[in-house]
């Protein structure tokens, strides 16, 4: 049961061009959502996050959106650089203080030169 | 900057035996998180622990599994009799508040292979 799905298992994107990760997600009891990123032999680290009762989050170059009706959200990288490379997952919490993440399987964005 | 430490980075076991994977978390953090990964699968919740008690638990996190905090800065998770299903990376995590993940911090990871 996926509540979180990540339906992209990689991406290729030039450097300097705009990544566009996406998230679909199926409870509608999630309402705070979470990016992290990657790299091999280590663990998750957090990028960007957004509650439900916003549709956008930027920092830097990051922006999250969040399109409650149609339960999706998207992480926009731009411009993408080489250090980008990592794998991304998308995250949900179910509700403010609860404890565990629900995690999609994970995008492995390539940033090609 | 602080961070999550976890030992040992990769543990070989026989199925059947005992496991204890140790976790340093960060020192002013106060709820603690172990999560895995099994190859090729998504990040699991497994537990998370504050106040020297288990707060909220996922259906993976049966009888074989314990947690602990031992000395007020270990968090160990115990997995008593490994199963080859077991086998997986397994991360611990610390926060200074419950939830809202952008607080909480991943150590590198252990990672078990069950033989």
């Known amino acids: 049961d996926q509540q979180v799905k990540q339906n992209s298992p990689s991406l290729s994107v030039q450097e300097g061009r705009i990544s566009i990760l996406n998230c679909d997600y199926t409870n509608s009891m999630f309402d705070y959502f979470l990016w992290y990123k990657k790299y091999p032999a280590e663990g998750p680290t957090f990028l960007i996050s957004?509650?439900?009762?916003?549709d956008k989050n930027e920092d830097g170059r990051f922006t999250v959106f969040l399109n409650k009706s149609a339960k999706h959200l998207s992480l926009h990288i731009v411009p993408s650089q080489p250090g980008d490379s990592a794998v991304y997952f998308c995250?949900?919490?179910?509700?403010?203080?609860?404890?565990?993440?629900?995690f999609g399987k994970g995008t492995h964005l390539i940033i090609q030169p | 900057e602080p961070e999550v430490t976890q030992t040992p980075s990769h543990q070989v076991t026989q199925m059947g035996q005992e496991v204890i994977l140790r976790c340093v978390p960060i020192?002013?953090?106060?709820?603690f998180y172990w999560y895995r990964q099994i190859l090729g699968q998504k990040v699991e919740f497994l537990v998370s622990?504050?106040?020297?008690?288990?707060?909220?638990k996922s259906e993976i996190f049966d009888d074989q599994f314990s947690v602990e905090r031992p000395d007020g800065s270990n968090f160990t998770l115990k997995i008593r009799s490994t199963k080859l299903e077991d086998s997986a990376m397994y991360f611990c995590?610390?926060?200074?508040?419950?939830?809202?993940?952008?607080?909480?911090?991943f150590g590198e990871g252990s990672w078990l292979t069950v033989v």
């Open positions: 622990f504050y106040n020297n008690e288990i707060s909220e």
């Open positions: 020192s002013n953090h106060l709820y």
């Open positions: 957004i509650s439900s009762i916003k």
């Open positions: 995590a610390s926060s200074p508040i419950r939830g809202t993940g952008n607080t909480i911090y």
């Open positions: 995250a949900a919490s179910g509700s403010a203080g609860a404890d565990g993440l629900t």
